[in-house]
């Protein structure tokens, strides 16, 4: 069983920061998944993206349309946060 999602911030267009059970954080650009159609396309709109939330119940992102990842998905697929880039933005 993988992680679950547990803090996602929208960080530019059709990107997130998302932080992992653990405190691991990882980047993703949502594009890279699936196509934007359907239930999905509403994130082209980047006021809906950053609607983004976390539902703890399900372990991952959610939008206000019901749109939502895999967390196993969004762990595999993302890259890690160079350590840099994680301390600078707690500073």
Same mark, same amino acid.
């Given at each position: 069983?993988?992680? +679950?999602?547990? @803090? @996602? #911030? /929208? ?19 949502? +594009? ?12 082209? %709109?980047? %006021? ?6 976390? !539902?703890? #119940? ?5 939008? /206000? !349309?019901? @749109?939502?990842?895999? /967390? ?11 350590? %840099?880039?994680?301390? @600078?933005?707690?500073?």
């Amino acid at each position: 069983m993988g992680k +679950d999602v547990v @803090a @996602a #911030e /929208p960080i530019g267009p059709l990107r997130l920061r998302l932080t992992f059970e653990g405190g691991e954080r990882r980047e993703i650009a949502v +594009d890279s998944l699936v196509p934007l159609e359907g239930v999905f396309e509403r994130l082209r %709109d980047s %006021d809906f993206f950053r609607q983004v939330q976390v !539902n703890p #119940e399900i372990g991952t992102v959610v939008w /206000p !349309n019901g @749109a939502d990842f895999c /967390p196993d998905v969004l762990y595999e697929k993302s890259k890690p946060v160079p350590e %840099d880039r994680t301390s @600078a933005s707690l500073r």
